[in-house]
């Protein structure tokens, strides 16, 4: 995030940026993803566990949709703490928020959503439409919608949410270290309340 100075870690972006490249995890994780399924927790933790030794994280820095399952999450909690005693310090503990947004509005929000290639500006065609339909408005491009944006692969997304997801809630709530937001509020609002839950969780740990 670029006001605190440190990177947002996307998986997806990652996962899609192999897909693109065309590399074997690309080709690997493409069939999964297209059909709405998670990819497999071994392959998303090796991921991760290469990012968290780049330079740039050194100060911190924001996971975006990771860990989804509880399996990511224990590793991801194992993880931080080798790290931490490998580098003879101990680390802030991980804290976790949740943006709560209802099913109904989340699906417009997935089917809606348009992506310029060029200068990644994100588009929605019910609530944030391009000024030309199906082009940027900053540089010309055609706006692209990406193959698992669709309502057969968001109900997939829902059930594993379901199934998968939840627990890494009930995860963190019980160590204490979980905050829910409310995401059907303005850009700004929500961006409050992340920083108002997350100066609480901190002030709970010290």
């Keep these: 995030m670029a006001d605190y100075g440190i990177p947002q870690i996307s998986t997806g972006d990652i996962l899609r940026d192999n897909i693109a490249r065309g590399t074997a995890l690309g080709k690997a994780a493409k069939g999964l993803m297209d059909q709405g399924q998670l990819v497999p927790d071994q392959m998303v933790n090796d ?121 890494v809630i009930e995860h963190y709530s019980h160590q204490g270290r979980f905050r829910e937001v409310d995401g059907a509020r303005s850009v700004e609002e929500v961006t409050g309340a992340i920083e108002s839950a997350l100066r609480q969780l901190r002030q709970a740990g010290e």
């Design 47 to 167: 991921m991760v566990g290469a990012r968290l030794i780049q330079s740039d994280v050194q100060r911190g820095y924001i996971l975006d949709g990771y860990p989804r399952t509880l399996g990511q999450a224990e590793w991801l909690d194992s993880h931080l703490d080798s790290l931490g005693k490998s580098a003879g310090a101990i680390a802030l503990p991980l804290v976790a928020i949740n943006i709560r947004v209802e099913q109904q509005e989340l699906l417009r929000r997935i089917t809606g959503r348009r992506i310029c290639p060029v200068c990644k500006t994100i588009y929605n065609i019910y609530s944030k439409p391009p000024k030309k339909e199906g082009v940027c408005d900053n540089d010309g491009s055609p706006l692209q919608h990406r193959s698992d944006d669709t309502e057969a692969a968001f109900t997939e997304r829902m059930k594993a949410y379901s199934s998968l997801t939840a627990p």
